[in-house]
């Protein structure tokens, strides 16, 4: 019940901060309401604050407002004379909450007087305190030693499991054949949801299909889909891709499926193991980094999260950081997930100078490294030379693969890929894939990528659509000599990667896929990176 543990702890944080006579608590939640329950619920709990509260809201459209005796205080609409009211005149042992405090606190005769009243607080005889709420965390410098800021944790797997009930038995009664395990499912799955977002997608699901089984789990991560996409910097990738999808590379993939379930609770209390932080996967430009990212989401069978890091960095001061925040907030929120970014490199480049890249990157760095929800991360790179040595330490990272143009082995099993998914209908009849075939393309693609491989055969079945005819074997060769690959424009590049690579990253490629060419003095033909098989 470790999920029940935590807002337990939350609780009793809060708790505990009201009895020191913390003067003013910031909490960061978008569930208004159910923060407002909770703290209604400690302030009358004389176990959990040994006195009892009276509790007062404000907001700019109700005013000070007595929550225990449900009625408004006259003449304090604006903030400043609803703090200045419970300063002065308000005698007895209470809690101020003031709601939508992000849209006010700027202000400076706002910030003047939340000063005042820290002030104020520390010395009065009566235990009060202020609570402000809002959806984000906005803290002007002035008021950083005065506030304390506090967590309020998403729902737990119980609490929603709690509201589930309640649904079920409100509109389906006995007509409902979930059984507690599938509930719990139901629960583990809408798990990262406000209690409001678990409701709106049960109703949903309700309404939508008349009946709830565990066929309507999808409906669940759909709404999942919603909050993942109002981020407006995540992106949730839906993906009919498989491991066998991804020609070779066998070696990535068999160190992938070790850790697949890693982070069930079989792992934990049985093995003692930790969730998998995360993987980089740099090399050659083309050659399957983010498919095999793709891929693993079907493996896993994980919601993936695509971060397109440019979109961290806003014009706003303090928006960058509130930004990599969001996101980090977000995929803990789904967890279990995969969080990919791709190309790292051109989102979080310190070279620059930038001041605020180096902060958004440092925060980054931080979570990976100390990160306790399991959000494994898979990084893409082409250009790893743009990276801080500091990202690639062990502790962030649980390995670093090199993925090299594709061997001879690999280029079949492209092959067969993509001529199988291609030749489909009218135009794959009287053409043969043969082991002959196979290896005369082979033969004729050495330093060419997987990308490059896919691209000479859809231009191959272009000439044939745009002759009306079937596709001959010649229609491949010469796609295949009309295309100069990456291995000849970008020789000296590749090379000094596979140099990198040789002493820092594992080669994805197997062992048995690799050429055995002695001392690997043909750099025509060599891969980089260590062999290590997995």
Known sequence: MAKMEGT???????????????????????????????????????????????????????????????SPINGCRVIDEALNYFNSEIEEDAVLIMKDIHEHIEYPNTKRTLRDTANILKVSEFKK??????????????????????????????????????????????????TDDEKSIFAKTAQGLTLQEAENAFARAIVERKQLTINELDVIMDEKCQVIKKTGIL??????????????????????????????????????????????????????????????????????????????????????????????????????????????????????????????????LTWMQEKTKPVFVVATANNISMLPPEFMRKGRFDEIFFVDIPTTKEREVIFRLHLNKMLKGSISESFSITDMLINELVEKTEGFVGAEIEQAIISAVFDAFSEDRKLHKEDLFKAIENTVPLSVTQSEQIENIRKWANVRAVAATSKNDRLNIPDEQDSKLSRGGRNIDF
């Open 8 to 70: 337990q702890r939350t609780e009793q944080h809060i708790a505990n901060l009201l009895k020191a006579k913390f003067p003013i608590i910031y909490i960061e939640s978008w569930e208004e309401n159910r923060v407002v329950d909770t703290i209604n619920k400690i302030c009358h709990d004389i176990e959990s604050i040994k006195t009892d509260r009276i509790i007062y809201t404000w907001s700019m459209t109700t005013g000070l407002y007595n929550m225990d005796t449900n």
């Open 129 to 178: 305190n202020v609570i402000l709420i809002a959806p984000e965390l906005k803290l002007p410098l002035d008021l950083q030693k005065d506030v304390t800021v506090v967590d309020f944790d998403l729902p737990s797997v119980d609490e929603i499991k709690e509201l589930l009930n309640s649904i079920i038995e409100t509109n389906l009664g006995d007509t409902c054949t979930l």
């Open 235 to 364: 992106e949730f990738i839906k993906t009919d891709l498989s491991m066998n999808d991804v020609g070779g590379l066998q070696n990535l993939k068999h160190w992938l499926i070790k850790r697949n379930n890693s982070w069930l609770d079989k792992a934990q209390n049985d093995y003692n193991l930790p969730a998998p932080k995360g993987v980089l996967i740099t090399g050659v430009p083309g050659c399957g980094k983010s498919l095999t990212a793709k891929a693993m989401s079907s493996l896993w069978k994980l919601p993936l999260l695509r971060l397109d890091a440019g979109k961290i960095f806003d014009k706003w001061v303090g928006g960058s950081e509130e930004n990599i925040r969001k996101v980090i907030k977000t995929a803990e929120a789904v967890a279990p997930s995969i969080l990919w970014i791709d190309e790292i490199e051109k989102g979080f480049d310190t070279d620059s100078g930038s001041s605020i890249g180096k902060r958004v990157f440092g925060t980054f």
